[in-house]
């Protein structure tokens, strides 16, 4: 992998050579998040760049990001892109400067602008399937942790099964957590397109949830400005519904990253309900491995309560019993880049 240094220089000769763009630069090295790509920060006194070389590890993943990116710099929900380099997985684009987050209703309502932005916006090459992504997921991580695996892949399935003959497919981000989001100029961009594709959209509203809502009734909000009107029980049930699988995802990935980076010997920590809503909040703060496995086990709490519940029959049963508004959805992706590497 290249180092820092190699990259700030990289970074600066790519503005050069391929934009015209002339120092003096300064730069700085941003978050890659979990899929370790090196962002690059480059200032010139005109405009400030993002400069992402892809991590070779998950290099299978990076065409559909690019596709996914290249459509969203398009549509004006992510970042302008200026450059690429599809032998070298590199793209330059627009940096945005990420102003603090809004009061909890503002931000809702740019968070629903954006979902709606990118649900109506272009069609986006098939991804990924989640569901087959988690199997192979909870495969990886069974035996490192305190679950279930048969009872997480039960869970996830019986979901799946009960939401996807009444789904609609629409363009989704799938991965729209803070760090995946940047707030400027009272708007939210999405960037990190990795999990792109077509999809149902309450997956993007339970990803948006799950990081964002704290209670029901914020829910409830979220879905009002998202629709336009009062949610249905049934929108509120697809909702509840879908987090289950989000929530696994995130679960088992935090997982991954944890007990990867575990030091040697006991690790103790408290699980703090919740505290996986701070994930990838853009204020300089360093998750442990600790905090990883803290947010992994307060995820798949939630999932077991909620699976356990009457309320949860009930959702599965009108869920599973809704008559579609549209032609049954034939859910199609591309699984020829699925892969893991090792983490060992």
């Not at 180092?3 to 003096?24: R, Y």
């Not at 986006?124 to 892949?153: H, M, N």
């Not at 999932?303 to 809704?322: F, G, P, R």
């Amino acid at each position: 992998m290249a180092s820092d240094e190699d990259n700030d220089i990289q970074a600066t000769k790519l503005l050069e050579k391929q934009l015209g763009v002339m120092g003096p630069f300064t730069t700085k090295l941003l978050g890659g998040g979990l899929s370790g790509s090196r962002v690059i920060r480059v200032d010139t006194p005109e405009k400030a760049y993002a400069v992402r070389f892809w991590n070779q590890q998950w290099i299978d993943y990076f065409p559909q990001d690019l596709e996914c990116q290249l459509i969203a710099s398009k549509a004006g929900y992510g970042p302008k892109v200026f450059f690429y380099d599809r032998n070298e997985a590199v793209t330059v684009m627009e940096y945005h400067f990420p102003e603090g987050l809004p009061e909890k209703k503002i931000k809702l309502q740019a968070l629903a602008n954006l979902l709606n932005q990118i649900h109506s916006g272009l069609t986006l090459p098939k991804g990924i399937d989640r569901s087959v992504y988690l199997d192979l997921l909870i495969e990886e991580t069974q035996g490192r942790g305190f679950y279930s695996a048969e009872t997480i892949r039960s869970i996830k399935n019986a979901v799946f099964s009960a939401m996807r003959p009444n789904a609609e497919c629409v363009p989704c981000h799938r991965d729209l957590h803070h760090g995946n989001l940047i707030y400027s100029e009272s708007s939210f961009y999405s960037i990190d397109y990795t999990w792109g594709a077509m999809d149902d959209p309450f997956t993007d509203l339970a990803n948006i949830s799950i990081f964002n809502c704290e209670t029901e009734q914020d829910e409830q909000f979220l879905l009002q400005l998202y629709f336009g009107r009062a949610p249905s029980t049934l929108e509120m049930a697809r909702l509840s519904l879908m987090k289950l699988p989000i929530k696994i995802f995130y679960a088992l990935e935090f997982l991954g990253a944890g007990a990867q980076n575990l030091p040697k010997g006991a690790i103790e920590y408290q699980v703090m309900p919740k505290s996986y809503m701070r994930f990838g909040v853009h204020d300089g703060t360093m998750i442990s491995p600790a905090d990883f496995l803290n947010y992994a086990e307060a995820l798949l709490e939630e999932v077991i309560v909620y699976s356990s519940s009457l309320q949860y029959a009930k959702d599965l049963e009108e869920v599973s019993a809704s008559t579609p508004k549209h032609s049954p959805t034939m859910f199609e992706f591309n699984n020829s880049a699925l892969k893991f590497p090792n983490r060992n």
